[in-house]
C-alpha cells in the first residue's frame, strides 16, 4: 500500500508558474511508476504527465507539452510537476497516482493507476 500526500497548488495568474509536489510513503518508491492527472470542474478526470520508476523515461500530455514538466527525486519519495506560463483552462484538482504494474513504462490510462492522492487546487485567473 501507498499513501501519497500532494502539495503545491493554490491560486495565480495567467502566465505565472507553480511546482506540484506528491510525497509517498508505504512501499519502495523506486519500484513504481508515478503520474499526474487533472480533473477540471465539470469535466472528467485527465492525464497530464507519467514518469519511470528511475526517471528516466515521461510523458506528457498535447495540451501541456513545452510548459508542464514531471520529475522525481528517489531519494525524497518525492515527485513534481512544474508548471509555466499557466492558462486559466489549466484550472483543476490535481492528483498523483501510483503505477504499480510497471516501473519502466510511463502510462496515461488512470485505469492503471492503484493509489491516488486527494488532490491539491490549482486556480489559474486571467
Known amino acids: 500500500q501507498v499513501q501519497l500526500v500532494e502539495s503545491g497548488g493554490g491560486l495565480v495568474q495567467a502566465g505565472d508558474s507553480l511546482r506540484l509536489s506528491c510525497a509517498a510513503s508505504?512501499?519502495?518508491?523506486?519500484?513504481?511508476?508515478m503520474g499526474w492527472f487533472r480533473q477540471a470542474p465539470g469535466k472528467e478526470r485527465e492525464f497530464v504527465a507519467a514518469?519511470?520508476?528511475?526517471?528516466?523515461?515521461?510523458r506528457h500530455a498535447d495540451s501541456v507539452k513545452g510548459r508542464f514538466t514531471i520529475s522525481r527525486d528517489n531519494a525524497k519519495n518525492t515527485v513534481y510537476l512544474e508548471m509555466n506560463t499557466l492558462k486559466p483552462e489549466d484550472t483543476a484538482v490535481y492528483y498523483c497516482?501510483?503505477?504499480?504494474?510497471?516501473?519502466?513504462?510511463?502510462?496515461?490510462?488512470?485505469?492503471?493507476?492503484?493509489?491516488w492522492g486527494q488532490g491539491t487546487q490549482v486556480t489559474v485567473s486571467s
Open positions: 497516482a501510483a503505477d504499480f504494474s510497471t516501473s519502466n513504462f510511463p502510462r496515461a490510462s488512470q485505469a492503471l493507476y492503484e493509489y
Open positions: 514518469i519511470s520508476s528511475n526517471g528516466a523515461s515521461t
Open positions: 508505504g512501499r519502495t518508491f523506486t519500484s513504481y511508476a
